[in-house]
């Protein structure tokens, strides 16, 4: 198929008949705006589900109909064709794999758009790795995968994106995880790094936040490898008898800093599209600058092995046999990276469900791009996407509709920097802000263990949701499942720091977003097993998880898209935030303190409380036309929640970040830093910082607050 530039939008199918604009959005609420209403109406008589079009009880008997239509056969279907491609972002596979998906959503009815940009990424030519002491022996970058896998051919050598190339060679220091705490514990040592190949393991905090502290340091190069006490043998049986890393498997995976910001390091904030000006990649303030290479645990062994120097700490201790030293000494390495820069295409794929009332809409996306066959990372939570849209385009053409629209997209180069994503955000981040209702996403949904993320807003919709969904194995409801892993407790709903899709439109544009999935026992990581094989033997035999995922993601857009009054919750919101100050408060500076942003988000719990109470009693006995006005103003005070939770300037460290509530760690790349601003003020005993940080926390608290007001009242 042809794909043209960024905004191209190539309709067909049977939603073309219905459809409008995207541009047609409008920053008003529309909620009571007659639109088309009387055509689906009468479209939905033919579906018979019992009640007035429209209404609550419609709604619910078309949930229950999704339920019912979500089914393994199409996800098992598409994931066999797309892991059999290598679809690592501006490869021929990843195109093949566009085609594919393209095609079947429209074979199932849906109107489907390809999102283009053109991004600066790099692309790995030749990587040659040695160890040069105590013998010569060159160090493998590709697995041995069996004779007659399908495109092993276009499995390029495994590497770290972003990484510069270059030629760096000396003496290994063994450096734990690559932590802070890990390099002070070298320097109390008096373990010079300087000049030294930092050898990592793998785990503990995002790979780019490793590079760039060795590079810190003063390492001249680093390799990271995957110990086999963190993903390998000693968890368990290996690749293929069982799901966890065989000695030759290597996490590739991107260095991009992407806790500075994500995306095209050439457009920060915006778009790369041909008529944004691109920065000097020198200027770029998230590329890494220190050559760096992944290897497997196969050939770490004998790097570690011949390491001498001081014993290690315990903690410090992996999966061998053997004591781990720090070095240097006995161990030599050489790293010879011939990577290429250059501009490589990035396509979403963006499926549109028309609502009614179409200026409004919930989106709910995966990215598509993998780093080899990708079955579970990411073909699981893309073809659970897709499952979502086949089915919601069965209900459509039995003449549901959703209120607000609902936009399902498949993220391409989130691998290599959240690339794709954070492009469209930065596209269209006037329109998501006045418009977008909530971001769902999905980035691995196969595994024995339900997991989520969310901001606190959305905490009671996962729940509820959860409640109304079977887990995959006759377990009860999924969050009987879920609170089976919690022994019983109400479940623990992750805060969202970075590393996957949700980044942009959360902490960039301010849209409420939630992170939905699997995990459980897994090491193939980024590997060139995370294949069919692996998904059909141990991971997820019969899609059942999959399957589950397009239910609970799918049924949370629903409700998004179609309740009277948005079922968001902010004064979980609110009482989360004044927790966090209370957590951070005996760090405050001399002369600081959290009592002003705590009286502001105690403020802004008792307008957000009022808010949730006319929204409950206006739902209560059902919305009467005459009630229309009060639920526009519910629901706009809703949505001006979480942008206000957003400030122009950003947070000092990193100004992309715009959210003051979440951010993802400096230090840690993937976990959440709440209260980002604040939190690094206190770490670097800053009470001016503090100050100003404050101030920016209450402004937002403050305007989240008058928007609650404003709807309640
Ligand atoms: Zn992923």
């Known amino acids: 198929m042809s794909v043209r530039a960024s905004t191209a939008v190539v309709v067909a199918g049977l939603m073309g008949a219905a459809l409008v604009p995207e541009t047609a959005a409008t920053a008003e609420d529309d909620d009571t705006r007659p639109a088309d209403a009387s055509r689906a109406q009468s479209d939905a008589a033919a579906a018979r589900p019992g009640a007035r079009p429209g209404s609550p009880r419609w709604q619910r008997a078309y949930q229950r109909r999704f339920l019912a239509e979500v089914d393994n056969a199409s996800p098992r279907k598409w994931s066999r064709a797309m892991a059999r491609q290598v679809g690592r972002v501006g490869t021929e596979g990843n195109a093949e794999t566009l085609r594919y998906a393209v095609r079947e959503l429209r074979a199932a009815g849906l109107q489907v758009s390809v999102d283009e940009y053109s991004v600066y990424a790099s692309r790995p030519v030749d990587i040659a790795l040695q160890q040069t002491a105590p013998r010569q022996r060159p160090i493998a970058s590709l697995e041995e995968v069996p004779a007659g896998t399908p495109n092993a051919d276009d499995l390029a050598d495994a590497y770290n994106a972003y990484s510069p190339g270059g030629q760096v060679s000396g003496e290994v220091v063994y450096v734990n995880y690559g932590r802070p ?45 995957s110990d086999p006490a963190d993903d390998g043998f000693v968890k368990g049986p290996v690749y293929p008898e069982g799901p966890w890393r065989p000695a030759d498997a290597i996490q590739r995976g991107s260095i991009q800093e992407i806790y500075r910001y994500p995306g095209d390091p050439l457009t920060p904030g915006e778009p790369s599209t041909p008529g944004t000006p691109r920065i000097a990649p020198e200027e770029a303030g998230n590329l890494p600058s220190l050559p760096t290479a992944p290897i497997a645990y196969g050939e770490a062994r004998p790097v570690l092995r011949a390491l001498s120097g001081a014993r290690a700490p315990k903690d410090w201790q992996g999966g061998f046999d053997f004591p781990y030293r720090f070095g240097p000494g006995g161990s030599e390495v050489s790293l010879d990276l011939q990577i290429d820069y250059e501009q490589v295409p990035v396509r979403n794929i963006v499926v549109r469900v028309p609502g009614t009332r179409p200026g409004k809409h919930v989106l709910v996306g995966a990215h598509r791009d993998t780093w080899a066959f990708g079955a579970r990372d990411n073909l699981s939570g893309w073809v659970s996407t897709m499952e979502i849209a086949r089915a919601l385009g069965d209900l459509y053409r039995d003449g549901w509709r959703p209120r ?87 479940p623990e709903i992750e805060r969202l720091g970075s590393g996957s899709d949700y980044t942009a439109l959360l902490q960039h544009v301010g849209v409420a977003s939630a992170d939905v999935g699997y995990t459980g026992d897994w090491g193939l990581y980024h590997s060139a097993y995370d294949d069919t094989r692996s998904i059909e033997e141990t991971v997820d035999p019969r899609y059942r998880s999959q399957t589950t995922a397009a239910e609970v993601s799918g049924l949370m857009a629903l409700r998004l898209a179609t309740e009277d009054v948005i079922p968001m919750r902010y004064s979980d919101y609110a009482e989360t935030t004044a927790d966090l100050l209370a957590e951070l408060a005996p760090d405050a500076p001399a002369g600081t303190g959290v009592e002003e942003a705590t009286q502001r988000a105690r403020e802004w719990l008792r307008a957000t409380r009022a808010l949730e109470e006319r929204g409950a009693s206006l739902r209560q006995d059902g919305v009467t036309a005459g009630e229309r006005p009060a639920v526009r103003q519910v629901n706009r005070a809703v949505l001006a929640q979480e942008e206000a939770l957003t400030r122009p300037a950003g947070i000092p460290s990193r100004p992309w970040f715009k959210h003051q509530v979440f951010a993802p760690g400096l230090t840690t790349g993937y976990a959440a830093q709440p209260l980002p601003a604040l939190a690094e003020a206190a770490e670097a005993d800053d009470a001016d910082a503090f100050e100003q940080a404050s101030d920016q926390l209450e402004r937002s608290l403050r305007t989240a607050t008058e928007a609650a007001r404003a709807g309640a009242s």
């Not at 070298?186 to 790979?207: Q, T």
């Open 404 to 490: 607000r629209s609902i936009v399902l997209a498949g993220w391409d180069g989130e691998e290599y920097g959240l690339l794709g994503s954070t492009e469209y955000a930065e596209a269209r981040a006037r329109r998501l802000r006045a418009n977008a209702v909530a971001y769902v996403n999905m980035d691995g949904t196969a595994g024995s263990e339900f997991a989520a993320g969310a901001v606190p807003s959305l905490d009671r919709l996962l729940f509820s949701t959860t409640r109304r969904v079977d887990a995959p194995r006759g377990q009860g409801s999924v969050y009987d499942a879920w609170s089976g892993q919690a022994d019983g407790q109400r």
């Open 181 to 225: 705490q890990d390099y002070a514990a070298l320097e109390s040592r008096g373990v010079d790094l300087d000049g030294k190949i930092a050898l990592a393991r793998y785990g503990a905090n995002f790979r780019g936040v490793k590079s760039d502290l060795a590079d810190q340091h003063g390492a001249a190069g680093m390799l990271i490898y």
